[in-house]
């Protein structure tokens, strides 16, 4: 044998030329093969149609403009957008005195001033945000809205409706319901049998039966069970309701990732001497709740359009009041019902989409894994 | 002469019906290291998951720093913070970055400041040899490295005793000496160790005892040099022949 030879790797060559840039894109993701290159075609054919339909109603044929529903009667019929602007107040506030409105948009900018720092991770100050959030923002909400105090005017929950309803139902249910349903989830995997068996009761039992049904009992049944005189708020009651109804879903979603993590890391903790709770609060559950961020946000979206059910015992949500306004017959047209279900439509999604873009952020944002 | 660390007198144990560890007698004094070897299946990591009460037994007693464990759950997690324990998976935190990893318990169980604590992590950092890998992530990192890492955060909560637990098992070949190393120097340092591992060259090079184990039972204990060169009974002698080999 001769002796060692030195050994050099050898210099790595640029990716060939069709495999990279907006035409390796292209070839690989539209037009790789035959069929590829059929369904690029298709799929293209069917947009072009959707969306040259909905171009037409929505804006070439549509009216923007007018007082009454003479404005959108026209040969070619398009959405009739003044009837939306006409009512918008009404699908904001509900029957929420004029007056008083002003109350409705400070909550609302208390509530974004508190909400957009706190989604943005390099902002400052994130205690003191959580604690206004939290702690300042929900009482100052409750004593603008419903007045009665330092001087205002009570406005009755039951003038309350639209967007106001809609919000104040969704986001109560979103901010109980993911505490709660941590809480179910890690008592459904106690050690404990009866704090087990009261959760996977509790759980089973909101999650068995329709929404409709825990806010027809919650608005109707429940009061009968109350002594005389003693009557809590119907808004209330249906906030309650929503709830406990998401919680019992949450905690599925909870218990999912917590049977995700595996048996080292708790473990790890105990062996480290860390107790239950820590060991749950800072190794099991941010890893777990990390996991089903998609899961949660499921639950959100879905809790979000599940609010339109308040309409059931007599609230009038967005999508309540948007209905209830296709009854006024100087709006009356052939496009004010569609006209209006777009713009509802159109609202949900908005919402809707922000959470799950901002649950992908999220995602992203929080993994550590290998880059 | 100080009591012992670790005294564990008649202990049995069952996973139901399976007779796992059978009348264990094991006393561990301050500073001695003790590897224990056997076969898979003889029980020798459920012995040292039992000294930390991550597996109960229920027979016999167990003593560390002469507190009893059992079923009161009161002291557990005093004990446990002294009793430091390395993995076969490493299990660091994943969530957390390596210096995270390490300042989590001191903080939360030793109540020590958030500075001191990064302090004293980055010195026992610096110790395994990877101080310039604090801010990174366990998935970020080699098997070899996670594991020292996981050392580190043990060493942290300044232990009496360290159990290892197959440490190098789940290390690819080139990994299993960068670890070793680490080990041998805590021995050097006076660390009491208790460790379960085939890595016979590390027996021979720090234990003060070797203890083989087959079928939930202690077949022998003695000297390394003793145990490697003149076992004694016929079960050890296969099991040498068999590890020794290659």
């Given at each position: 044998?001769s ?14 030329v ?6 390796g ?43 009454n ?11 009739c ?9 009404q ?10 409105r ?57 003038d ?25 989830a ?9 704090v ?7 759980i ?13 009992m ?32 949450m ?13 080292g ?53 967005l ?26 439509a ?26 | ?41 003889s ?80 010195k026992?950092?610096?110790?395994v040899?990877?101080?310039d ?9 080699s098997g ?7 050392i ?17 098992s ?10 070793l ?29 070797v ?32 590890v020794?080999?290659?």
């Open positions: 044998m002796s060692a030879t030195h050994w050099t790797p050898k210099p790595p060559r640029p990716a060939p069709h495999t990279v840039g907006v035409r894109w292209i070839r690989t993701n539209l037009f790789a093969t035959p069929s590829d290159t059929l369904l690029t075609l298709v799929a293209m054919a069917v947009l072009y149609l959707t969306i040259d339909t909905l171009v037409h109603w929505a804006y070439i044929d549509a009216t923007f403009s007018g007082a529903r003479d404005a959108c009667l026209k040969a070619v019929q398009g959405a957008w003044p009837f939306v602007d006409a009512k918008l107040g699908f904001i506030y509900g029957r929420y005195p004029e007056l008083e002003w109350r409705v948009d400070l909550v609302f900018a208390s509530g974004v001033i508190g909400l957009i720092p706190l989604l943005i991770p390099a902002a400052p100050f994130k205690r003191a945000n959580v604690i206004y959030l939290l702690g300042f923002f929900p009482v100052f909400a409750f004593i603008m809205l419903t007045g009665g105090r330092f001087g205002l005017e009570p406005v009755e929950t039951t309350w409706g639209g967007l106001l309803v809609t919000l104040v139902v969704a986001i109560t249910g979103i901010v109980a319901s993911l505490p709660l349903g941590i809480l179910l890690l008592g459904r995997r106690s050690q404990m049998p009866i087990r068996s009261l959760c996977i009761g509790f089973e039992i909101f999650r068995g039966v329709p929404l409709i049904t825990v806010l027809f919650a608005s109707v049944m429940l009061p009968l069970f109350l002594p005389d005189g003693v009557n809590f708020d119907k808004l209330m009651r249906c906030l309650i309701g929503v709830a406990l109804f998401s919680s019992a879903y905690a599925e979603v909870v218990r999912g990732g917590l049977q995700a993590i595996p048996k890391q708790y473990e790890a903790a105990a062996a480290l001497g860390l107790g239950y709770w820590k060991s749950m609060r800072l190794i099991i559950l941010p890893q777990a709740l990390k996991l089903v961020i998609p899961g949660i946000v499921n639950t959100f979206i879905g809790l979000f359009k599940d609010t339109t059910l308040v309409l059931i015992v007599g609230l009038f949500d999508l309540g009041i948007v209905q209830f306004h296709f009854t006024d017959a100087s709006w009356a047209t052939p496009e004010t019902h569609i006209t209006g279900y777009a713009f509802a159109f609202v949900f999604w908005v919402f809707c989409f922000a959470m799950s873009r901002y649950s992908i952020f999220m995602e992203n944002r929080l993994s550590t894994e290998r880059d | 002469m100080s009591d012992p660390i670790i005294e564990i007198k008649q202990m049995n144990k069952w996973f139901g019906n399976f007779h796992v560890l059978r009348d264990i007698n094991l006393t561990v004094e301050q500073g001695e290291k003790t590897v224990i070897c056997g076969p898979s299946g029980g020798k990591s459920t012995l040292i998951r039992c000294i930390n009460r991550l597996e109960q037994h229920q027979e016999g007693s167990i003593r560390v720093e002469g507190v009893v464990l059992d079923d009161s759950s009161k002291g557990l997690e005093e004990i446990r913070s002294n009793v430091g324990m390395v993995f076969q998976q490493f299990n660091l935190f994943p969530h957390l970055t390596v210096l995270e990893n390490c300042v989590l318990a001191p903080i939360w169980v030793s109540k020590m400041a958030k500075a001191e604590a990064e302090e004293l992590a980055r026992y950092l610096e110790r040899r990877i101080p890998q604090a801010d990174k992530y366990p998935g970020q990192l070899g490295q996670q594991q020292r890492v996981a580190a955060r043990t060493l942290c909560m300044n232990p009496r005793v360290v159990l290892f637990d197959e440490p190098t789940a290390l690819d070949p080139e990994m299993i000496k960068e670890v190393d680490v080990m041998v120097e805590l021995a050097h340092d006076g660390m009491t160790m208790l460790c379960v591992t085939h890595e016979m060259g590390f027996a021979r090079k720090v234990a003060d005892r203890i083989f184990m087959d079928e939930g039972e202690i077949v022998e204990e003695n000297n390394p040099q003793d145990f490697f060169s003149n076992p004694q009974n016929d079960r050890t002698k296969l099991f040498l022949s068999q020794l080999q290659h």
